[in-house]
Structure formats: structure tokens, C-alpha cells
């Protein structure tokens, strides 16, 4: 099956890889449809765990390779330098897309939401929330095939780029559940809960494309993408999905969640890498 894949044009496997992970948020989404509702804790447990894989990730799938192409591509002792320079505009970028776009992270009331003043209601404005923070994962995915296109760095395999995938995958099937389960405790049918909780990642593989057609067409760009999808992801886990995690009195075990989701994502990026 890898060797069928591997056959397969680079945004194609980068549009592939997002639909899967997109699948892993709609596995997540269905558990609304067999539980009624889910624990505090384990909501904190699922943040934790999600923070864990995208924090991994970034250092491991990203970072990293991003330094080493630079070292590899004549940046020498400046090889920081793009790793820098995109990390930095990941979280510029995600910074100004939370100004611009309504939305409300899960468990807070609707006062707290956040960008411009809106009517729209709050199972919209969580489903924007969870949105704003897929697209970077889904770049994060593309970004990784495309350095597998471009040959540029030995860090990027083909190995590597399903690894990050699968991992994002796996912080999906929390990430899809957190999202449908509250929705359905607000009185919501289970259907429409599951709806909310599952198109909030149809933008990964839309994402996935972009990233992996970027870099492909501009390979110059490459260390910076990496770092870019870095930086959004790690903008996504202090700004959301940690301050989530620590705030119902669940603190111990979510920060277990978030350290066992990084030695998950660790395992996967290092033995397929």
C-alpha cells in the first residue's frame, strides 16, 4: 500500500493524508451518536493528549527539519534564521486570524468570545474555533509532503510525512469529540452535534493542498513553511488547548495527557522518520 502511495503526485498524497485526518475528526464527532455526554476530565485528558502530539510535532516534524534544510542549502551558521523567521509568522498568522474571525473556545461562556461582534450562535462560533486551529495542522501535513517532493533535505522522508500525518490523525478523534459533545449537551441533536464536530477539520485537506503545492512550486520557501506550521500549531496549544486543559481542576492528569501524547507523536516521528 506505502508503494502504491508513494507512486502517487506529491499534493495528491498531501490531499489523501488530509482527508485521513479529517476522517480521524469524523471518527471522533461519531462518538456522539453512542454516548450522551463525556467527562470534564476526560475532555481535559483529550486537550492534554492533543497538545502533546501538536507540540512533537512541531519540534520534531518541523523545527528540525527546517534547521537542517537551511544547514543543508547554504544558510551555514544562520540556519536559524528561517526556522526564526517562520516560526514567528505561524503565530503572527494565527494571531490575526483570531482578530478577524469570530469564534469561542470550548467552555467558555459567550461574553468570552473573541474577534469581531457578532450574532452568530455559539455552536458556530465553537465550530469557528476549532476551525481556526485545523488549518494549521492541515498546512503542517502538506508542508510535509512537499519536502518530500522537493529532495531537499535528508529529515524529510516519505516515512516522516505519514508519520506526522497519522499523528495528527490521532489527536483528531479527542479533538472531533470535544467539540460534537458539548455541542450536544447544549440540547443539540445528535446529528447536528456530530456535523459541527466533523466539517471543523474539512479544511486540512484543503489546507494539505496548499502547503504541499507552496513548497513544491517555491522550494525556497521550504525551511520557512515548516517553521511557519510550527509556529501556528504552537500558537494554537498555549493559546486553546493547554489553558482548556488546566482550568476545571483536572491539572495533573491533563498534563499527563499532554506528555503522553508527546512521546506518541515522538515514537511515531523517530521510528518512521
Known amino acids: 500500500m506505502l508503494e502504491s502511495f508513494s507512486q502517487l503526485n506529491p499534493v495528491m498524497q498531501a490531499f489523501i493524508a488530509g482527508l485521513f485526518t479529517w476522517g480521524c475528526t469524523i471518527v471522533g464527532a461519531s462518538?456522539?451518536?453512542?454516548?450522551?455526554?463525556?467527562?470534564?476530565?476526560?475532555?481535559?485528558?483529550?486537550?492534554?493528549?492533543?497538545?502533546?502530539v501538536m507540540i512533537a510535532a512541531s519540534f520534531w516534524s518541523l523545527l528540525a527539519p527546517s534547521i537542517s534544510h537551511a544547514e543543508e542549502n547554504g544558510y551555514g551558521v544562520w540556519a536559524?534564521?528561517?526556522?526564526?523567521?517562520?516560526f514567528?509568522?505561524?503565530g503572527v498568522f494565527l494571531r490575526m486570524t483570531d482578530k478577524i474571525v469570530p469564534h469561542l473556545h470550548l467552555g467558555e461562556?459567550?461574553?468570552?468570545?473573541?474577534?469581531?461582534?457578532?450574532?452568530?450562535?455559539?455552536?458556530?462560533?465553537?465550530f469557528l474555533a476549532i476551525t481556526i486551529h485545523n488549518i494549521p495542522e492541515g498546512l503542517a501535513v502538506g508542508v510535509g509532503?512537499?519536502?518530500?517532493?522537493?529532495?531537499?533535505?535528508?529529515d524529510n522522508t516519505l516515512l516522516s510525512a505519514v508519520g506526522l500525518a497519522i499523528g495528527i490523525g490521532i489527536q483528531n478523534i479527542p479533538e472531533g469529540s470535544a467539540l460534537s459533545m458539548p455541542i450536544r449537551a447544549d440540547g443539540n441533536?445528535?446529528?447536528?452535534a456530530f456535523n459541527y464536530g466533523q466539517l471543523s477539520a474539512i479544511v486540512e485537506p484543503v489546507a494539505a493542498v496548499i502547503g504541499a503545492a507552496a513548497v513544491i512550486s517555491m522550494s525556497a520557501i521550504l525551511p520557512y513553511a515548516l517553521a511557519f506550521a510550527a509556529g501556528a500549531m504552537i500558537f494554537v496549544v498555549v493559546e486553546e488547548l493547554i489553558p482548556e486543559s488546566q482550568t476545571n481542576g483536572n491539572s495533573d492528569i491533563a498534563t499527563m495527557g499532554l506528555m503522553f501524547g508527546f512521546?506518541?507523536?515522538?515514537v511515531l516521528d523517530v521510528?518512521?522518520?
Open 88 to 90: 514567528l509568522l505561524g
Open 271 to 273: 521510528a518512521l522518520g
Open 189 to 192: 441533536s445528535r446529528l447536528k
Open 145 to 154: 509532503f512537499g519536502a518530500v517532493a522537493a529532495g531537499l533535505s535528508q
Open 80 to 86: 536559524w534564521v528561517p526556522a526564526s523567521i517562520g
Open 109 to 126: 461562556p459567550m461574553e468570552n468570545r473573541e474577534g469581531p461582534q457578532t450574532q452568530a450562535s455559539r455552536n458556530l462560533l465553537l
Open 263 to 266: 512521546t506518541v507523536m515522538m
Open 31 to 52: 462518538f456522539v451518536f453512542f454516548f450522551k455526554s463525556v467527562n470534564r476530565k476526560v475532555l481535559d485528558v483529550m486537550s492534554g493528549f492533543a497538545a502533546g
